[in-house]
């Protein structure tokens, strides 16, 4: 061989294991992306549930997709574990864009250990929520998995420490949204929990912290794993979930138009939008949607429908305490979140329910930069026992609470009745509300006029010789005393009384005053609100 021969065979060798090595990471990411076997992705489309990747398709924007620890494997040993190490350990991670703006997402891969968990499993999972925490992005986790890997004991409980520990540390600072596409048992269960927003999807997804076997041998009740945990219950009863969908694709497809109305973190705004609908469109039909009569109930999401650009809300907790509403909107193109009493709903009352489900929302929106919009048509607070025995003491302190805290713009509108302690709690005046805003409807005082004038002039009732025709005639004149429409606004705790016509416009005009409010609260660790 030449020196010129030698001088190159180095080079050539070189050049030929660089294209093996390439070669041989392209079969080894096949592997990865292919997942453990055809039959194991059979079963999963068999149980009506897509797999991880298949769901990462659908929540983010084509081709935006970039996977984090891909390559990683487990390392355990025992049990038959160190003969099955599959790349991606059961969990992929990793960041991409929706609608454009950066997401950072976790999903389960239920095809691999069950999506169990494991220390390899959750180091993936805390690198992705540290990133997204240094990144200020969103995050999602896609959870279809079966809890704790047993067979590495308590190696991977301590995984789920730190995922509750990021959860803790990320919350109000980026926003979190959990969806539940599979089952979550036991201490996996208090991820979701920690978040901003949970999904749930019927029939496939279940959330509980003792299955129905164990629940079977405790208390003897017999009750399937949909009926103890699945997604009707906990969006209609336990409030655990925000929202339920019949599939998948629907699911991730609102889970996308939730992440177009919140700010990538605390220090943004959330994004605008342009709109079509004119900022001081007429909104004649509300003098219909609403009857002066107090006692008539009518359908607030007809109101907030013809207030909002287009029509168009996304309502949180849409089927749990539902009494109140609380929903994502925009006006004139800028997101708002509005809260509003139901009167269609037990009247509109608030009660233990409905006082946690506003206050989550309130922080919620506080948190990232909201401004929220309070509708008002309350009679009080539920009375009863049972009320009283849940607490609805502490739970309404909640509501109290969280409005107070609150320091993005706050704007009050009181359509009908606004009566005690519920129209306090309600952002009023006096606990902080910027703007407040009454229709020529409203009637503000501390009960009805029936109530009132039964305390106050019990004793001129109870001695007139027609006792009806006095009550009435007090009623009446309570009325005209105390409740009119302009009691409030003649006393300073009502800003304006306005033409239910122009609300739109006025609420326009109030949130774009208010758009550069800056208010900082004591300097303190943290509050200690009601629990």
Known sequence: MTDQAEAEAPDTVTAIDAHG????????????????????????????????????????????????????????????????????????????????????VYAHDFRIFGGALGEAHAAKIH??????????????????????RIQEGV?????????????????????????????????AAYSPALTDFVFMVRETAQMFITGPDVVKTVTGADVTHNGLGGADVHAETSGVAHFAYD????????????????????????????????VDRR???????????????????????????????L???????????????????????IVANQPQSLAGVLDISASE???????????????????????????????????????????????????????SLILRKAYGGAYIVMDSQ???????????????????????ANVIFRRQIAAAEDPEAMRARMVKEYKAELMHPYYAAERGLVDDVIDPAETRHVLIQSLAMLRSKHADLPARKHGNPPQ
């Open 21 to 104: 090595r390439v070669a041989e990471l392209r079969a080894i990411r096949e592997e990865a992306v292919r997942g453990p076997s055809e039959k194991a992705t059979e079963a999963q489309h068999a149980k009506g549930k897509l797999t991880a990747r298949e769901r990462i398709d659908l929540l983010l924007d084509p081709d935006s997709f970039r996977e984090v620890g891909m390559l990683r494997r487990h390392r355990a040993t025992g049990f038959g574990l160190e003969a099955k190490r599959p790349y991606t350990d059961g969990v992929i991670t990793g960041y991409g864009t929706v609608h454009g703006r950066q997401v950072f």
């Open 127 to 148: 690198k992705i929520m540290d990133m997204a925490m240094a990144a200020g992005a969103p995050l999602v986790s896609l959870n279809d998995g079966a809890g704790a």
């Open 155 to 187: 190696v991977a409980l301590a995984g789920y420490g730190g995922i509750f520990q990021r959860n803790t540390r990320a919350s109000g600072v980026i926003p979190q949204i959990s969806v539940m596409l599979g089952p979550c048992a036991g201490g």
């Open 247 to 278: 599939d998948e694709e629907s699911c991730l497809e609102e889970v996308r138009f939730l992440l177009s109305l919140l700010p990538s973190n605390n220090r943004e705004n959330p994004p605008s939008s342009p709109t079509e609908d004119p």
């Open 283 to 313: 909104c004649d039909a509300l003098v219909d949607l609403v009857p002066v009569d107090g006692n008539r109930p009518y359908d607030m999401r007809a109101v907030i429908e013809e207030l909002v650009d287009d029509g168009e809300f």
């Open 315 to 337: 309502e949180v907790h849409e089927r749990w305490a539902t009494n109140i509403i609380c929903a994502l909107a925009r006006f004139d193109g800028q997101v708002v979140g």
């Open 357 to 411: 489900k506003a206050a989550r929302f309130v922080q919620m929106c506080d948190a990232f930069n909201v401004p929220i919009v309070t509708l008002l048509d309350v009679p009080g607070f539920l009375p009863g026992v049972d009320q009283e025995h849940g607490g609805i003491i502490r739970h309404g302190a909640k509501l109290l609470y969280a409005y107070c805290n609150a320091t993005v713009p706050r704007i």
């Open 430 to 452: 006096t606990i902080g509300a910027d703007v407040t805003l009454a229709w020529p409807t409203n009637e503000i005082a501390v009960m009805g006029a029936e109530g009132a």
